[in-house]
C-alpha cells in the first residue's frame, strides 16, 4: 500500500471515530448540565459545558489522530499548512453547528433551567461569545494536528 493509499485509510478511520464521537459528546453534555443543575451552578453553564465538551473531545481526536499511520512527506505545505492536514481537519466539518444546536435545544427544553432566562434560552451575544471561545480552542486544535502532520515522515 503506498503512502497515499495509507493516509486515505488513515483519514477514513478517523472521520469513522469522529462520527462515533458525536452521540458520546451529547452524552457528556447532558452529564455535566446535570451535574450543574444537581449542585445548583447554572450561571454559565452553557458555555462552561460546551467547552469542557469540547476541549476534551480535540484533545481525544489528537490522541486518536496520533495512533493512526501517516506520511505527510511527499506532500506540499502551503503557508505551512500541510495538504494533509485539510482532509483531517475537514472530518470536523458541520461537527460545532450541530452541537451547538442540540446543546441550545436542550437548554430550551429544560424545566430546571426555564427560571434562568439566560441559560435556559441563550440569547444570539451569548451564544456568539461562546462561538468565540470555540473558535479559540478549534484554533488551538488545528494548529496542534498541523504540527502534528508535518512531522510525520
Request: glycine content about 4%; some cysteine; overall charge negative.
Given at each position: 500500500?503506498t503512502?497515499?493509499d495509507?493516509?486515505a485509510?488513515?483519514i477514513?478511520?478517523?472521520?469513522c471515530y469522529i462520527n ?7 452524552k ?14 447554572w ?17 481525544g481526536a ?5 495512533t493512526?499511520?501517516?506520511?505527510s512527506?511527499?506532500?506540499?505545505v ?7 492536514s ?5 472530518a ?7 452541537f451547538?444546536?442540540?446543546v441550545?435545544?436542550?437548554h430550551r427544553?429544560?424545566?430546571?433551567l ?11 451575544a451569548?451564544?456568539?461569545?461562546v ?5 479559540g ?11 502534528y ?5
Amino acid at each position: 500500500m503506498t503512502n497515499t493509499d495509507q493516509n486515505a485509510v488513515s483519514i477514513g478511520q478517523f472521520q469513522c471515530y469522529i462520527n462515533e464521537c458525536k452521540p458520546v459528546l451529547k452524552k457528556q453534555y447532558e452529564l455535566l448540565l446535570a451535574q450543574d443543575l444537581s449542585r445548583q451552578q447554572w450561571d454559565g453553564c452553557f458555555q462552561r459545558n460546551v467547552l469542557a465538551v469540547l476541549g476534551q473531545a480535540y484533545d481525544g481526536a489528537l490522541a486518536y489522530l496520533k495512533t493512526l499511520p501517516l506520511d505527510s512527506s511527499r506532500l506540499p505545505v502551503n503557508r505551512g499548512l500541510s495538504e494533509l492536514s485539510k482532509p483531517v481537519l475537514a472530518a470536523f466539518d458541520g461537527f460545532i453547528d450541530d452541537f451547538l444546536l442540540f446543546v441550545i435545544d436542550k437548554h430550551r427544553t429544560s424545566c430546571a433551567l426555564s427560571n434562568f432566562p439566560d441559560e435556559h434560552k441563550p440569547d444570539k451575544a451569548y451564544v456568539n461569545a461562546v462561538r468565540h471561545d470555540i473558535a479559540g480552542l478549534w484554533q488551538q486544535f488545528a494548529l496542534t494536528v498541523n504540527a502534528y502532520i508535518l512531522e510525520c515522515r
